[in-house]
């Protein structure tokens, strides 16, 4: 297993133990490629989907295991992993190979490679499925029990350990005609009759003072405003420390009892039917835990059928040995106390299993007095299981939101906030105890408050995901929030996570500074005016009130340019002991910061109050290991500071100067080299061993012979060689640099690399990096096994280049790509063709088809008739012979350079 790290694994005991967890965790956890191929599946993730981690590596995740109609919806979830967000609490059904389909609860990040490149998804899924069943099983069950109450005939109620009223069923408003909410506290004892009301006040006091249960009669007002004889009774319900925490009680209507026990005999057929047909354990046991009634549900689950467990001891069949005896004290313990009981404890199956139950356990008396058990138990098993597993994600989502250096908040409504990690409460400045169920308003300033909110408010209305920044606490947050929803999708609250951007803003902005600048200073060989430029726009980007250029001239320091500050000084010579500052650059060849001019002894106090300078950066112009000036920044109105981005722009600046003073001193050199440099780039072998080989240039004019068209070709290993063409946009100086740089790339790649694609990849990449903006160059690029004639090619935006076939119909090479230097990180693509011995790879560039007489173009068709019109014609001798046919067509006249190179395999001469 190898899961894909930002960083290298130094430890190898830690490369075990995360495999180890990996593979142990108890969570499905998969690796995906951007384009959700499978890259890796832990044994969790072969269990829930039935099938092994060799079987689908490399296979499409949504066409193994996801119902088609959710493809769009995980593939919108999936790109905002991929954009950088975090998925939290997803949730999606799969489908394993034998069909059935689990709902799966998903926590997913994208990784990137060594170059902070996106690579693809990490998910971990948690299986909910079980969960969710327990969950609608509870809430049913919760529905059943009060439809039963509410079921029952008679008044029942429930008061808290005071004796006020909390509950009455629905038979209490059929007796009495008011609600429940009107008879709750001590209301209902209005409808009692005056002259009974002392006696059961009294056996009330009784029954509150010892714990006792009570019972009685009395008048009680009905609906009709007559009054009736009911029966109560009331019973305390106590805790395990024998504490009443409740009152349970009912009330019957006397005058009815006939009906009374007519109802309760339907009732209890009812009841008996009601256990039957729920998903509850239902038993009766006698005094002495023998088995009485068993529903059919506990014999579903268990295994044993009612004819088994007639008359058996429900310890001896259910209860496992270990836990027999605790199981009979609290047995005994109901029954002695009479209370009702709620207990978990294991019970057997008949093959073995053991399965976690609920009781909730009283103790009641049968028609002839008996005393009888009667527990109602609900299998929690599974729901127990999600739990544990549901504890598990959170732990593993908390260290998920605590690793990060993002973050990562939860909001409500009304903005108070409902979950916070370390980042997002080190950035409000508070703890986290001190941030939760409180708003931004009681948190942060009020001017930030309302762009928050509207901000917020914008998220809740269209509840699509936005991405925005914010200033917090003094600091920019680039920032991505989406709603909170709930079951029913609709909107509850604001998800976010920030990411503080304050330095990389700061960054940015110099980068964008240091672009500008080497944009400006490029665009002229003008020296004052690369010196004028560089130093106006460096000192505006780091915030400095002036800057200077000093240069080292003979043993003085030669103020060369001032921007803002004494520009009558310009031309002045400082001697060594005045500019002893300058000295200590040159000395040390590194940046000098000084924060308080008044206060330093590297600096001539003197001079720089004459200046009116307080603060300044001085950086050293350096060519080749030689100090020829200094560039330096100033605070003048009072001291500043220079932070290591300033100094480390500072110090780009200066190199780039340095480099464009060198430039424009070797100007005229360089144009002459790149003369020079355009003979090299159109040279190949006189001769290759197996190719016959011919070729050709001509320039549009002799002033513009330093043009963009190259070609080469040159021998590899293994009987290969390498044919390439291209043409650079633009001409001149930095057409020659562009393709000088392109040749040796290639050169460099194809050694190393045998796919042409791949070479170019490389190479684009390179472009991309260090050319200007709309500089690129087409290019064709073929490697032919000399030995089998097998031509493997690829073309970047060049046009179709030809094959004359010696026997056979002569073809066009198309391929598809982009040319070089546009996109980076472009995927290229191969194809290959086979060469037979005479046949000719025929390249050009586009100054070939492009040639024109008039408004008419020579054209791709025009060619590739000739071509093959003139297949008498040698790989030697065909590129002047098509050169001739061009000037022939535009009347003796090039609009643009072309070039030519022709190989034919030749395999008898090896």
Known sequence: MSIPNPEPVQDNYLESALSAAWESSGVIMIILSADHKILEFNQEAERAYGVKREKVLGKDYFQQFLPEEIWADVSIEMAKVLAGQTTVGFENSIRSKEGKERLISWSASRFLDPQGQTCGTIAFGFDITKQRMAEDKLASQEKMYRTLVNTIPHAIWTADSEGKARFFNKAWKDLTGRESEESLGDKWAELVHPDDARELLAKWEHAYKYGEPYEGECRLKIKDGSYTTIAFSGTPVKDASGKIYSWVGINIDLSKRQHAEADLLESEARFRKLLEAVDLIAIILDDQGNILFANE???????????????????????????????????????????????????????????????????????????????????????????????????????????????????????????????????LGYKKKEIIGRSDKELL??????????????????????????????????????????????????????????????????????????????????????????????????DCESGALILRDEGYWLIKHMYKLGEDKIGARLDDEKA????????????????????????????????????????????????????????????????????????????????????????????NIANTLQETFLTVPKEIKGLDIGHIYKSASEIAKV????????????????????????????????????????????????????????????????????????IFLGVLDKISGELTYCNAGHPPQIVRRIAGRSAYLLTGNSPVGILKEFKYNDRTIVLEDSDVLFTFTDGLIEARRGNRFYGEKRLHTVVREHESIPAQDLPQTIFDHVLEFTGGKLSDDLAILCISPNRKDL
């Not at 009020?446 to 998220?459: F, G, K, W």
């Not at 020829?628 to 200066?654: N, T």
């Open 297 to 427: 549900y506990l014999c579903q689950i268990t295994g044993w059928s009612r004819e088994d467990l007639a008359g058996k001891s429900w310890f001896d069949v259910f209860i496992p040995p270990e836990k027999r005896a605790d199981i009979v004290t609290v047995f005994n313990k109901v029954a002695s106390a009479g209370d009702p009981t709620h207990y978990e404890n294991e019970i057997m199956t008949k093959s073995g299993e053991k399965r976690l139950v609920r009781f909730s356990n009283i103790y009641l008396r049968d028609r002839s007095g008996n005393l009888v058990g009667a527990s109602i138990g609900e299998d929690v098993t599974e729901s127990r299981r999600a739990e544990s597993a549901l504890r598990e994600s959170h732990g593993l989502l908390h260290a998920i939101t605590e690793g990060t250096s993002d973050a990562i908040y939860v909001k409500d409504k009304e903005h108070r906030y409902l979950f916070v990690n370390s980042v997002a409460a080190k950035g």
């Open 445 to 542: 300033p009020p001017e930030l408050v309302r762009i928050i909110a509207e901000n917020d408010n914008q998220v809740l209305e269209d509840g699509r995901l936005r991405v925005l920044e914010e200033k917090v606490a003094g600091r920019i947050w680039s920032v991505k929030k989406w709603p909170l929803r709930d079951a029913n999708r609709k909107n509850t609250g604001i998800i976010g996570i920030s990411r503080d951007i304050t330095e990389l803003k700061r960054n940015q902005e110099l980068s964008n500074a240091l672009n500008r600048i080497n944009t400006s200073i490029t665009s002229t060989l003008d020296f004052d005016e690369i010196i004028r430029r560089a130093i106006k726009e460096a000192s505006q980007a780091i």
């Open 580 to 671: 002893k500052h300058l000295v200590h650059v040159e000395e040390t060849k590194k940046v000098l910061v000084v924060d308080d001019c008044r206060e330093d002894k590297r600096v001539d106090q003197e001079l720089m109050k004459s200046l009116g300078i307080r603060s300044f950066l001085a950086v050293p112009l350096i060519k080749k290991d030689r100090l020829i000036g200094v560039l330096a920044f100033h605070y003048l109105s009072s001291p500043g500071s220079f932070g290591e981005p300033e100094i480390d722009f500072a110090g780009k600046v200066a190199s780039s100067v340095a480099l464009a003073i060198e430039n424009a001193q070797l100007y005229f050199d360089q144009r």
């Open 707 to 778: 043009g963009g068209d190259f070609f080469d070709l040159f021998e590899l290993e293994n009987n290969k060689v390498c044919v390439l063409i291209g043409d650079v946009s633009g001409k001149g100086l930095e057409a020659a640099t562009m393709t000088s740089m392109l040749k040796n790339t290639i050169h460099a790649y194809a050694h190393e690399v045998g796919s042409p694609a791949e070479i170019l990849k490389k190479t684009n990449n390179s472009a991309c990096g260090i050319t200007q903006t709309g500089s690129f160059a087409t």
